[in-house]
């Protein structure tokens, strides 16, 4: 996210908005994130996967059959790639 001298508190974004990985992916590494994957349940004609990143938990959303052609698993290692434009930032105002 780009620096405009606020304190930034909190990010959100939809589960849906955050893509998932095998393999580390190429560009830079602004929105990418190295996660483990600690939670899978199903909901309707997706699978919402919960992935900690540091000691970060996030959620990410893929289709049931991405689910499957991954071979997604608890305890496997991902990288999640976060769409930029649909970040909302929580910030504080710099009273500096």
């Known amino acids: 996210l780009p620096d405009d001298g606020n304190i930034v508190r909190r990010i959100a974004l939809f589960p849906r908005d955050i893509y998932i990985s095998?393999?580390?992916p190429p560009g830079p590494e602004v929105n990418r994130f190295k996660g483990t994957i600690t939670s899978i349940k199903s909901y309707g004609d997706a699978v919402r996967l919960e992935v900690k990143v540091g000691e970060n938990n996030l959620l990410a959303e893929v289709p049931?059959?991405?689910?499957?052609?991954?071979?997604?698993?608890?305890?496997?290692?991902?990288?999640?790639?976060?769409?930029?434009?649909?970040?909302?930032?929580?910030?504080?105002?710099?009273?500096?």
């Open 22 to 24: 095998e393999t580390k």
């Open 64 to 96: 049931h059959h991405i689910f499957e052609d991954m071979d997604l698993t608890v305890g496997k290692e991902v990288f999640l790639i976060l769409k930029l434009r649909r970040i909302k930032v929580y910030q504080d105002r710099d009273s500096g």
